[in-house]
C-alpha cells in the first residue's frame, strides 16, 4: 500500500514538472519575488496578482530540478483564489509537513501533498521549500510597503 502510494505522489510530481500549471508571468503582478537554492541550481520567481485580500493570480518562472518546479506549480495552483490568511496557512501546513506533523485539516494543500515523501531525503526539502519561502518573503514585502 505505502508502495502504492509512493508511485501515485511520484507522478503527480513528474505531471506537475512536464506539464506545470500557472507557469508565466504577470505584468501587473503587486508582488514580484524570487529566490536560488545554491545547493541545486534551483531559481524560481513568482508574480502575485491581489484583489481584495485574495491572490487573485499567480504564476511562476523557474528552472531547476524536478522537486523544486513540481513544487512551484502545485503552490501556484493551489494558492490561486486564496485569501493571504488561506495561503498562509497552506505554507506553514506544508512546512510542518516537511518536519513530519500532519497538516492541519483546514490547510487546503491538494497535490502539495504529494512532496510528503520528500522529507525522507532531507538535502530535497530544500528544492520543495523554496516556493513557499519565495512566495512568503514576497508576501511580507507588500505587507510592508514593498515589492
Given at each position: 500500500?505505502?508502495?502504492?502510494l509512493?508511485?501515485l505522489?511520484?507522478?503527480v ?13 504577470l505584468?501587473?503582478?503587486?508582488i ?27 504564476r511562476f ?19 490561486e483564489?486564496k ?15 516537511m ?12 497535490d ?21 519561502n ?5 508576501l ?5 510597503g514593498?515589492?
Amino acid at each position: 500500500m505505502v508502495e502504492q502510494l509512493d508511485e501515485l505522489y511520484r507522478e503527480v510530481i513528474l505531471e506537475h514538472f512536464k506539464n506545470p500549471t500557472h507557469s508565466g508571468e504577470l505584468p501587473d503582478a503587486q508582488i514580484r519575488a524570487s529566490g536560488v537554492n545554491p545547493l541545486c541550481g534551483d531559481e524560481l520567481a513568482f508574480h502575485v496578482k491581489l484583489r481584495d485580500g485574495r491572490l487573485e493570480r499567480v504564476r511562476f518562472r523557474g528552472k531547476g530540478c524536478v522537486i523544486s518546479q513540481a513544487a512551484a506549480s502545485m503552490l501556484a495552483t493551489q494558492l490561486e483564489g486564496k485569501t493571504v490568511r488561506e495561503a498562509e496557512r497552506i505554507m506553514d501546513a506544508m512546512k510542518g509537513l516537511m518536519k513530519g506533523q500532519e497538516p492541519d485539516a483546514s490547510a487546503d494543500l491538494g497535490d502539495l501533498e504529494a512532496l510528503a515523501g520528500v522529507r525522507k531525503f532531507p538535502v530535497r526539502i530544500k528544492c520543495a521549500a523554496l516556493s513557499w519561502n519565495v512566495v512568503e518573503q514576497g508576501l511580507e514585502a507588500h505587507a510592508h510597503g514593498g515589492h
